[in-house]
């Protein structure tokens, strides 16, 4: 593409791609994020770091894509996500356990499964808490205050917007 920067410098499309997903993922442009997603695998290697960052934010924006469009195409790909999710989060807790609980938790929430859910939604803030990553803390309480609220629970949707608000004003 014209506005990609770095055309043939491989490492500069990465971070680009990178940033685009995470940017878009944040802005809720699920299409333009699943774009950026596609651009990212088709120049990196496997095993990158960067790799499974995108592949958390790919599983959510996928969900999320499911929640609104009942596009059950891309549950398969999402099981394929978290499959992978647990062999890194088995090699580097502190960086992924919290993005595969979140991942799951939205897949049970998806599935109707409402006690898997919320626990994994707790134990996904949880473990960001933890690990001080505040930014995916807040998007874990949302993301719970969202489902909580999908199930008739406001008080407890409340109380999950007013965490991840907390979060974000930390974050800044």
Do not use: T
């Not at 997903?21 to 960067?50: D, M, T």
């Not at 059950?72 to 394929?80: F, G, I, L, P, R």
């Not at 897949?107 to 994994?120: E, K, S, T, V, Y």
């Amino acid at each position: 593409e014209a506005s990609d920067p770095g055309i043939g410098n491989k490492p500069v499309l990465e971070v680009f791609y990178f940033h685009q997903v995470f940017r878009n993922y944040w802005l809720g442009y699920s299409e333009r994020c699943h774009h950026f997603v596609q651009k990212f695998f088709a120049i990196s290697k496997p095993g990158h770091f960067f790799i499974y960052v995108i592949k958390f934010y790919h599983g959510l924006n996928s969900l999320d894509m499911i929640k609104k469009q009942a596009n059950y195409s891309k549950s398969k790909e999402v099981d394929e996500i978290i499959a992978s999710m647990k062999v890194v989060a088995s090699q580097s807790e502190s960086n992924f356990r919290n993005k595969l609980e979140l991942l799951e938790a939205e897949q049970r929430g998806l599935n109707n499964f409402h006690h898997d859910a919320m626990i994994f939604y707790k134990a996904a803030i949880e473990s960001a808490r933890k690990n001080k990553f505040i930014h995916e803390q807040g998007l874990a309480c949302e993301k719970a205050g969202f489902y909580c609220k999908r199930m008739k629970d406001n008080e407890k949707s409340l109380m999950y917007f007013n965490q991840a608000r907390e979060c974000y004003e930390k974050w800044g």
